[in-house]
């Protein structure tokens, strides 16, 4: 079963600030089935990102990852208000998905 | 517009049973993967199960094979989660979420059924 690793666990920052939050997975993960998702407190998941960079419906376009093999990213351009919360990786395996321990983005 | 509602959550005893219920409204149902995701208090999202659009694939995680089942009916619009054998470690918001086509991510969530084991 593959691993996700997020970090940092949490990321302080001012609103206008980039925020670049990491996603290593311990074996490679194929860039179609790497997806990145945003959890406000008493809410579900929203998606953000999907195949690894594409941004999923209605997302703005501050929103933005890349990578490829083991090492994923999530950038936020320029933080927003409404852009604290939690933030978790996942990837979809033979046959299970997993997702990283979450990184929360806190207002400094 | 696209709603998945869950129902069936509460107090149960440590190895007792419970069902969970998604019902999926505003699009096809039946052409669409579907997912239980769980979310203990206070920690991380943990995938529990996935059946592809036809029940023809189904995967479980390791914490709760051979004691959850997943079903659907495609006819109802309806996915389940039948869960036995309860721990104290089941506890936890159940998600039901949509799989995106080609494994493109879980596009649309429900918003969750808090199931508590204790006794």
């Known amino acids: 079963e593959i691993v996700l690793t997020q970090s940092p666990g949490t990321l302080s920052l001012s609103p206008g600030e980039r925020a670049t939050l990491s996603c290593r997975a311990s074996?490679?993960?194929?860039?179609?089935?790497l997806a990145w998702y945003q959890q406000k407190p008493g809410q579900a998941p929203r998606l953000l990102i999907y195949?690894?960079?594409s941004r999923a419906t209605g997302i703005p376009d501050r929103f933005s990852g890349s990578g490829s093999g083991t090492d994923f990213t999530l950038t936020i351009s320029r933080l927003e208000p409404e852009d604290f919360a939690v933030y978790y990786c996942?990837?979809?395996?033979?046959?299970?998905?997993?997702f990283g321990g979450g990184t929360k983005v806190e207002i400094k | 517009e696209v709603q998945l509602v869950e129902s069936g959550g509460g107090l149960v005893q440590p190895g007792g049973s419970l069902r969970l219920s998604c019902a999926a409204s505003g699009f096809t149902f039946s052409s669409y993967s579907m997912n239980w995701v769980r979310q203990a208090p206070g920690k991380g999202l943990e995938w529990v199960s996935y059946i592809s659009s036809s029940s023809s694939t189904i995967y479980y995680a390791d914490s709760v094979k051979g004691r959850f089942t997943i079903s659907r009916d495609n006819a109802k619009n309806s996915l389940y989660l039948q869960m036995n054998s309860l721990r104290a470690e089941d506890t936890a918001v159940y998600y039901c979420a949509r799989d995106e086509v080609a494994a493109a991510g879980l596009d649309y969530w429900g918003q969750g059924t808090l199931v508590t084991v204790s006794s």
């Open positions: 074996q490679s993960v194929s860039s179609s089935y």
């Open positions: 195949g690894a960079s």
């Open positions: 996942q990837q979809y395996g033979s046959s299970a998905l997993t």
